[in-house]
């Protein structure tokens, strides 16, 4: 049988098999397509049929890995209990929301807090866990 790629190149399942499996694990981004000088991504629906799904989710993570890291654009949510990654080119102001419904700011990935600096904002939470030290402290020596 033979499998087409977006880009029009054909291969047999054998082929598709030995080169994806050649790919996986060797080279970070997407898996481009096996035909001479071309640079076509090969789709998430090829790779499934031919890779095994725990080589598949890997190689989902890794590409989503590598897009965070190679373009400013994309952002993880910087919420522990959150994987999501966020495209913020289409954003405005300084700031971008998250499916999960954090609300951070795009320069230093805490929580939102315009008109403030992010240093001014630093500055502000170091000055309340200060006075929480401090509040402590007093509390203990009562």
Request: hydrophobic share 35%.
């Amino acid at each position: 049988d033979l499998m087409k790629n977006t880009c029009g190149e054909m291969f047999c399942d054998s082929c598709w098999t030995v080169y994806l499996n050649n790919q996986v694990g060797s080279q970070e981004g997407l898996i481009q397509c096996p035909g001479f000088g071309c640079a076509a991504p090969v789709p998430v629906a090829i790779l499934s049929c031919f890779l095994p799904s725990h080589q598949l989710v890997n190689l989902v993570k890794s590409v989503t890995d590598f897009l965070v890291r190679s373009d400013i654009h994309y952002i993880r949510c910087p919420q522990k209990h959150c994987q999501l990654i966020i495209w913020t080119e289409n954003l405005v102001a300084d700031g971008f929301k998250c499916g999960c419904g954090f609300h951070g700011c795009r320069s230093c990935r805490k929580l939102y807090h315009s008109p403030s600096t992010c240093q001014e904002y630093h500055d502000f939470l170091s000055y309340k866990n200060k006075i929480a030290e401090f509040q402590q402290l007093e509390s203990s020596v009562e």
